[in-house]
C-alpha cells in the first residue's frame, strides 16, 4: 500500500531568500563604493544592508503591494477629503526611508543652506562630500526590498533643487524635509515633524511635452496664485505639497501647491482617480484637479522649465539607481535559486549552459551598479569640478536609456531560471518584472533620453568634449571601446543625429559602464563586458564570450550562504 504522506515530502526546493545581508553579499556594490571613496562600514552601509534583508522588512514589501492604496474621495457626510488609505506596510517602508535619509540626505548640514554652483551652472544646497554616492548605495538597496515607496523619497529628495529658486520657501520647507521623521498624518505640514513634497507636471494632452500645459495660474498677492486645471499623472497625492507647472501670465512656471492653504483649510486639490497601473502597486498614482487652488510661484514667471531642469536631472539619477537595484535582486534570486535546485543529480548553478546565463547576468548587473554608482559620484563632485559636472549633464539620460530599458528582459532571464516557481505571485519575480518598466517611463522615456543626450551635445559642445576624453581616459584598451567612442563623434558631427539619437545615447552609456568596472572590477570583468557589449555584436544572455571571467562573476554575484 502506497504511503501517501510520502507524496506530500518537500526536497528539491529552494529556500526563502531572507534574513540575508544585501550589501555584504554584493561584490560589485562594495567596490563601486571604494573606488568612490565610501567606507560602507563608516556610513553604515553594512548595517543598512543587514536590516533591508530582514524576512520582516522583505514581507513588508510583499504586503505593500497586496494591499494597494485606496481612495477616499468624500467623509461620511459628504465633505470632500481626498485623501488616501495605505496598508500600515507601506507606512512602516516610508518611515524606515525616511530615518535613512532617503529623502533628503545630500542636502542635510555641512553647508547649512549655502549656496553653491550645481551641475547645471545654477545654485543650490550644498551637501557632504560622498553623501550622493551613499544615498545611492541606500537607494539601491531599498528598491531591491520595495520600490514603489522609493517614489515619494525621490520627489521629496529632487523637490529641494527647485524650490531653491524661490529662497523663502526654501527657508521655510528645508528644515521640515531634512527630519528624519516620518509623519503621515494629513494635517497642516507647520503641524508635522517631518514632511515630503511631489510633483504633478504632465496633463491629458501634453505628456512629456510639459509645454502644452493649459492649467492656468492667476496672480492673487506677491508670490500667491490661484491655480486651476487638471493633471493626468500626480504620484503620491499623500505628500504635502507638490511642485506643478502651470501658465501664468508671463508663461509657463513651477509652484508648490500645499495639501493645506496657510489658514489651515484644505487646499483645492480634488483627486478624480487612482491609477491602475502595470506595477509600482503600493504607490498611489493619481489624476487631479484644482480649482483655484492656493499656491506659491517658485522661481520667475515664464521660466518654469529652467526651475525644474535640476530636480529632473536628481530623479532621473534616482531612476538609474533604483532599476540597477532591481536587477541585482533579481540575479541574487536567480543565484540563490540555482545554488539549491538539483536537476539531473547535479545544481543548476553546476550545469554549464545555466552557469553560462549567470554569468552573463552577473556581467550585465556589475555593469548597471557601477554606472549608477559612478553617476551618483559626479553628481556628488560637479560642484567644484566641471568635467564631472559635465558627466552628470550627458551622461545621466544616457545612463536612464540604457540601464532602465535593461531591466525588464534582464528580470524576465532572472524570472526564466527559476522556472515555473517565478511565474507565480508568492515569488517576488513578478514583483520585480512588473516594477521594471516604471523607471524607464518616468521622466522621460528612451526617445526622450536620447532627444536630450543630443540637445545637451549642441546646446554645449565643449561640455561633451569633455565626456568624450575622460570616457577615453577610463576605457584605455579595453576592447571596442575608443572605436565605439569615435562611431558616437561621428554621428554626432554627422548630419543623422537623430535618426541616430539612440545608438549615441547606448554606447555612450556602454562605454561609460566599461569605464566604471575598469575603475572598480577586477580587470577581466571590465574587459568581458567590454569585448561583449562593445567589440563584438551583443547576443542574448548565456551566448556571449565571457572567456574565463565566468566563474569570477558567479563567485562574486552570491557568495555561498
Known amino acids: 500500500m502506497t504511503d501517501t504522506a510520502s507524496t506530500h515530502d518537500v526536497f528539491n526546493q529552494t529556500p526563502p531568500f531572507t534574513d540575508v545581508n544585501l550589501a555584504a553579499l554584493d561584490?560589485?556594490?562594495?567596490?563601486?563604493?571604494?573606488?568612490?571613496?565610501?567606507?560602507?562600514?563608516?556610513?553604515g552601509l553594512l548595517s543598512f544592508g543587514e536590516s533591508c534583508g530582514t524576512a520582516e522588512r522583505l514581507n513588508l514589501g510583499r504586503l505593500a503591494n497586496e494591499n494597494p492604496p485606496r481612495l477616499r474621495t468624500h467623509d461620511a457626510q459628504g465633505r470632500r477629503i481626498d485623501t488616501i488609505e495605505f496598508h500600515p506596510a507601506y507606512h512602516a517602508l516610508m518611515e524606515a526611508g525616511v530615518e535613512?535619509?532617503?529623502?533628503?540626505?545630500?542636502?542635510?548640514?555641512?553647508?547649512?543652506?549655502?549656496?553653491?554652483?550645481?551641475?547645471?551652472?545654477?545654485?543650490?544646497?550644498?551637501?557632504?562630500?560622498?553623501?550622493?554616492?551613499?544615498r545611492a548605495a541606500r537607494l539601491f538597496i531599498t528598491a531591491q526590498v520595495e520600490s514603489g515607496h522609493v517614489c515619494p523619497l525621490t520627489m521629496t529628495h529632487a523637490s529641494l533643487a527647485a524650490i531653491?529658486?524661490?529662497?523663502?520657501?526654501?527657508?521655510?520647507?528645508?528644515?521640515?524635509?531634512?527630519?528624519?521623521?516620518?509623519?503621515?498624518?494629513?494635517?497642516?505640514?507647520?503641524?508635522?515633524?517631518?514632511?515630503?513634497?511631489?510633483?504633478?507636471?504632465?496633463?491629458?494632452?501634453?505628456?512629456?511635452?510639459?509645454?502644452?500645459?493649459?492649467?492656468?495660474?492667476?496672480?492673487?498677492?506677491?508670490?500667491?496664485?490661484?491655480?486651476?486645471?487638471?493633471?493626468?499623472?500626480?504620484?503620491?497625492?499623500?505628500?504635502?505639497?507638490?511642485?506643478?507647472?502651470?501658465?501664468?501670465?508671463?508663461?509657463?512656471?513651477?509652484?508648490?501647491?500645499?495639501?493645506?492653504?496657510?489658514?489651515?483649510?484644505?487646499?483645492?486639490?480634488?483627486l478624480q482617480r487612482l491609477k491602475d497601473k502595470l506595477g509600482n502597486r503600493s504607490n498611489a498614482s493619481s489624476e487631479a484637479e484644482f480649482h483655484k487652488a492656493f499656491a506659491w510661484r517658485i522661481g520667475e514667471e515664464g521660466k518654469g522649465v529652467r526651475t525644474i531642469i535640476e530636480m529632473v536631472q536628481l530623479t532621473r539619477l534616482d531612476c538609474v539607481v533604483a532599476s540597477a537595484g532591481l536587477m541585482r535582486m533579481g540575479l541574487a534570486l536567480a543565484m540563490h535559486h540555482a545554488r539549491h535546485r538539483s536537476v539531473m543529480q547535479r545544481k543548476l548553478v553546476d550545469q554549464p549552459v545555466m552557469a553560462a546565463v549567470l554569468s552573463d547576468l552577473a556581467l550585465e548587473s556589475e555593469a548597471a551598479t557601477a554606472l549608477a554608482l559612478r553617476l551618483a559620484a559626479s553628481f556628488e563632485h560637479a560642484a567644484e569640478n566641471p568635467r564631472e559636472a559635465a558627466r552628470a549633464r550627458i551622461l545621466t539620460p544616457a545612463a536612464k536609456f540604457l540601464v532602465c530599458k535593461a531591466a525588464p528582459a534582464f528580470l524576465?532571464?532572472?524570472?526564466?531560471?527559476?522556472?515555473?516557481?517565478?511565474?507565480?505571485?508568492?515569488?517576488?519575480?513578478?514583483?520585480?518584472?512588473?516594477?521594471?518598466?516604471?523607471?524607464?517611463?518616468?521622466?522621460?522615456?528612451?526617445?526622450?533620453?536620447?532627444?536630450?543626450?543630443?540637445?545637451?551635445?549642441?546646446?554645449?559642445?565643449?561640455?561633451?568634449?569633455?565626456?568624450?576624453?575622460?570616457?577615453?581616459?577610463?576605457?584605455?584598451?579595453?576592447?571596442?571601446?575608443?572605436h565605439a567612442l569615435a562611431d558616437v563623434e561621428a554621428m554626432l558631427a554627422g548630419s543623422e543625429r537623430e535618426p541616430n539619437a539612440r545608438r549615441i545615447a547606448e554606447t555612450l552609456a556602454l562605454v561609460a559602464a566599461a569605464g566604471a568596472l575598469a575603475c572598480s572590477a577586477p580587470s577581466p570583468i571590465a574587459e568581458a563586458f567590454a569585448r561583449t557589449r562593445l567589440a563584438t555584436p551583443r547576443r542574448g544572455f548565456g551566448a556571449n564570450d565571457l572567456a574565463d571571467s565566468g566563474g569570477l562573476l558567479l563567485g562574486r554575484a552570491l557568495p555561498l550562504l
Open 412 to 482: 524576465y532571464e532572472t524570472m526564466e531560471c527559476l522556472g515555473g516557481n517565478g511565474y507565480v505571485e508568492e515569488s517576488p519575480m513578478p514583483r520585480l518584472y512588473r516594477e521594471a518598466p516604471v523607471n524607464a517611463i518616468w521622466e522621460g522615456s528612451g526617445n526622450v533620453m536620447a532627444l536630450d543626450v543630443l540637445r545637451a551635445a549642441e546646446r554645449d559642445a565643449e561640455a561633451m568634449a569633455s565626456v568624450l576624453v575622460t570616457l577615453g581616459e577610463d576605457v584605455a584598451d579595453l576592447p571596442g571601446a575608443r
Open 100 to 134: 535613512a535619509g532617503l529623502h533628503a540626505s545630500t542636502w542635510d548640514a555641512g553647508s547649512n543652506g549655502r549656496a553653491h554652483p550645481s551641475m547645471n551652472g545654477s545654485s543650490h544646497i550644498g551637501s557632504a562630500a560622498g553623501s550622493h554616492v551613499a
Open 27 to 43: 561584490q560589485a556594490l562594495l567596490d563601486a563604493l571604494k573606488s568612490a571613496g565610501v567606507d560602507a562600514i563608516g556610513n
Open 164 to 270: 531653491g529658486a524661490s529662497p523663502e520657501r526654501l527657508r521655510d520647507w528645508l528644515p521640515m524635509v531634512r527630519s528624519r521623521h516620518y509623519d503621515p498624518r494629513f494635517v497642516p505640514f507647520w503641524e508635522k515633524r517631518g514632511v515630503t513634497v511631489g510633483m504633478g507636471m504632465t496633463e491629458k494632452q501634453g505628456g512629456t511635452d510639459v509645454r502644452a500645459n493649459t492649467t492656468r495660474a492667476v496672480p492673487a498677492s506677491g508670490d500667491e496664485y490661484e491655480i486651476t486645471g487638471h493633471k493626468w499623472f500626480m504620484s503620491a497625492p499623500m505628500c504635502d505639497a507638490f511642485l506643478v507647472l502651470a501658465q501664468a501670465p508671463g508663461g509657463l512656471t513651477c509652484f508648490l501647491l500645499p495639501r493645506f492653504r496657510p489658514d489651515g483649510n484644505v487646499n483645492a486639490l480634488h
